[in-house]
């Protein structure tokens, strides 16, 4: 086929992939969660937001087990730095974050809080040390008036770095963001 035949057949679905506009929410303490955030950006056209808080009540040591877990139970929701971008003005979110107690974080607990997310594709991942319990029921909940399009799990992804790599863009290729929308041409 030639070049210009497959544009005319596929414009349509070429400016829709153009008009999508995709975002990536995540939080990290360790660089797990961000490690899967910059791998998805990688594989598709969309723009990061780490989520931040003003004041990081969670030391990156032994102790972050029990402050952590101290946020969690106390369902505690750390202010946040400034987005710099308003999420509500895309059409499909990526959200992402660490286990923690079997929960999502406190940071993305203040995400929830702060921006209501309503009729957005919503796409779930979490990485965590072995059981990531009901994370995404929870995060599901929170997110009701929206359509979920895919969840991804990962075991320290940090550990082996090529492997998650791999596993992260089979994940997104299987998302098939492209055409998510339209049928396609008739071939
Ligand atoms: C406070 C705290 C609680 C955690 N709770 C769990 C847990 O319930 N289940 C689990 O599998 N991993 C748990 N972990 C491990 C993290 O989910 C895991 O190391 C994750 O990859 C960290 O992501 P990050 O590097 O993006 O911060 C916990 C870690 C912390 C700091």
């Known amino acids: 086929m030639r070049l210009s035949d497959f544009l005319r057949m596929n414009a349509k679905n070429i400016l829709r992939k153009m008009d999508k506009?995709?975002?990536?929410?995540?939080?990290?303490?360790?660089?797990?969660?961000?490690?899967?955030?910059?791998?998805?950006?990688?594989?598709?056209?969309?723009?990061?937001?780490?989520?931040?808080p003003i004041k990081e009540g969670v030391p990156r040591n032994f102790a972050k087990y029990f402050w952590g877990g101290r946020q969690v139970y106390m369902k505690q929701k750390p202010l946040l730095c400034d987005f710099g971008l308003n999420p509500g003005n895309y059409e499909i979110i990526f959200i992402?974050?660490?286990?923690?107690?079997?929960?999502?974080?406190?940071?993305?607990?203040?995400?929830?809080?702060?921006?209501?997310?309503e009729k957005k594709k919503i796409a779930l991942f979490c990485c965590s040390g072995g059981v990531k319990g009901k994370t995404f029921e929870k995060m599901k909940e929170k997110l009701c008036n929206n359509e979920f399009i895919?969840?991804?799990?990962?075991?320290?992804?940090?550990?082996?770095?090529?492997?998650?790599?791999?596993?992260?863009k089979k994940w997104v290729e299987k998302l098939n963001l492209i055409f998510r929308d339209s049928p396609g041409p008739n071939l």
């Open 21 to 52: 506009k995709i975002l990536i929410v995540y939080y990290s303490l360790d660089g797990n969660t961000r490690f899967v955030a910059e791998n998805i950006a990688k594989n598709i056209n969309a723009d990061l937001l780490e989520l931040k």
């Open 96 to 117: 992402g974050t660490p286990v923690w107690a079997f929960n999502y974080t406190p940071v993305i607990a203040s995400f929830f809080d702060k921006v209501k997310l």
């Open 150 to 168: 895919g969840e991804f799990h990962l075991f320290e992804p940090l550990f082996n770095k090529k492997r998650s790599a791999l596993k992260i």
